[in-house]
């Protein structure tokens, strides 16, 4: 059964990342996935072949690779226009991308889906756009390969993109996901479970080398970030400030990792849709168990797994972490979400958890009360992080703790501690 369909595109696949059928995967800039030219073509293949090497094959692909090579036409960008007229640099164009689908049609065993051109607010694009429509329209028939028509959806009748779709001066918003959702439903070829609308937001802002190259996810941004107003480039770096956070964190865990981590079981608690598990240096451990109660995040974090190479990391449900709690015992426990929240959801689970390990990264507030509750663990030091997660006036600490006074992690983390300044580095004491 088809949990997810995986989006193959440029920058137009963060109008995806609000629902929880899609798993965006960006694997590259418009500039850089082009079919105008033979050689740009090549350049494309190889990058979407690499990345469905590494991808569920069992899974859907809509692929969204389209509005790049209409605006850089146009422009003028690659001298086009010299060398052909619209008609025939279209339907060039149109032949490549149709001719890469066909093989990654060979490589999977799922269905491949080609969405058309995004509108603009643009009349001269649109009147273009609205030819390469018509010839992807007609180059996916009679293959295996199925055209999501969106245009008359999007579009007002002078052919610009309807004023409730834009994104920016080149995008679409969230709303795309959902009428291609509606689009898919009203022809059947989804299941009927799948929602319209959804809530759904990623975690964290992926970014992965696959092949020299980087495939990325845009996670941890609000919603309202999609619809942009300037004809500029909005810096995304300042939107991620949550996986900002994690990565120092993750930076001192790492170090940590490297010193002492052999033969060894890491339990990551609230792992999302696998930021944390899959960013730990783990080489040599015998297993990471990532749990998480949510079955969409689960899903999504198993469809990625392949990109990050994964294969030692296992995702549990909150009733798969119960039946082993009693013969799992965890060389090391991470979780790097607030324990309050955790413990909302976890709770006495949690404990049991960490208790049994052998030392444990935990993140909270200052002075968190319960802290307190892990009565067996003491606290070899602690990081403050000076700046502030999103939405919460209180930065976080990063506590590790451990059940025996280890007079190797103490060396390890005072010579942490001297390589990461911006932290604040606690003294040993107990809890």
Request: aromatic share 12%.
């Amino acid at each position: 059964m088809v949990l997810n369909m995986y989006v193959i595109g440029d920058s137009h696949a963060r109008s995806f990342s609000y629902h929880e059928f899609f798993v965006p995967l960006f694997v590259g800039p418009g500039k850089e996935t082009l079919f105008l030219t033979d050689k740009q073509t090549e350049k494309t293949r190889l990058k979407i072949l690499e990345n469905i090497k590494l991808l569920d094959k069992k899974q859907d692909f809509l692929f969204i690779l389209s509005e790049p090579n209409i605006r850089y036409h146009l422009e003028n960008k690659y001298n086009t226009k010299l060398v052909n007229d619209d008609q025939t640099i279209i339907r060039k164009t149109v032949a490549n991308y149709i001719r890469v689908l066909k093989e990654v049609l060979s490589c999977i065993f799922g269905n491949v889906f080609v969405l058309c051109a995004i509108p603009r607010d643009d009349v001269g694009y649109s009147r273009l756009a609205k030819i390469y429509n018509e010839e992807l329209k007609l180059a996916a028939k009679n293959t295996r390969i199925t055209y999501v028509d969106l245009w008359k959806v999007l579009t007002t009748k002078n052919g610009t993109i309807k004023p409730k779709y834009i994104g920016d001066y080149i995008h679409a918003n969230h709303l795309l996901a959902d009428m291609v959702v509606k689009y898919l439903k009203q022809h059947r070829l989804v299941s009927k479970e799948v929602k319209i609308v959804s809530k759904y937001g990623w975690e964290h802002a992926h970014y992965i080398n696959v092949a020299g190259n980087e495939t990325r996810i845009w996670g941890d941004f609000n919603k309202k970030e999609l619809v942009f107003k300037r004809n500029s480039q909005r810096d995304w770096g300042k939107c991620h400030i949550k996986t900002k956070i994690i990565d120092t964190f993750l930076k001192i865990i790492n170090t940590f990792l490297v010193f002492k981590f052999k033969n060894k079981s890491v339990c990551v608690i609230s792992a999302k849709e696998g930021y944390v598990p899959f960013r730990l240096r783990v080489n040599n451990a015998t297993c990471v168990y990532a749990l998480e109660s949510n079955v969409i995040k689960r899903n999504m974090a198993n469809c990625i797994k392949g990109l990050y190479k994964a294969g030692n990391v296992n995702f549990l449900s909150k009733e798969e972490a119960e039946d082993v709690r009693f013969n799992k015992k965890y060389s090391i426990v991470i979780c790097l979400e607030d324990i309050s929240e955790v413990l909302a959801e976890w709770d006495e689970l949690f404990y049991e958890i960490v208790q049994n390990s052998e030392c444990a990264f935990l993140l909270s507030r200052k002075n968190n009360q319960y802290l307190k509750q892990l009565g067996n663990m003491s606290m070899s030091s602690s990081y403050f992080h000076p700046l502030k997660m999103p939405n919460n006036s209180q930065a976080y600490w990063l506590h590790f703790l451990q059940k025996k006074e280890n007079i190797f992690y103490q060396i390890i983390f005072m010579l942490i501690g001297k390589m990461y300044k911006n932290f604040m580095f606690v003294e040993f004491r107990r809890t």
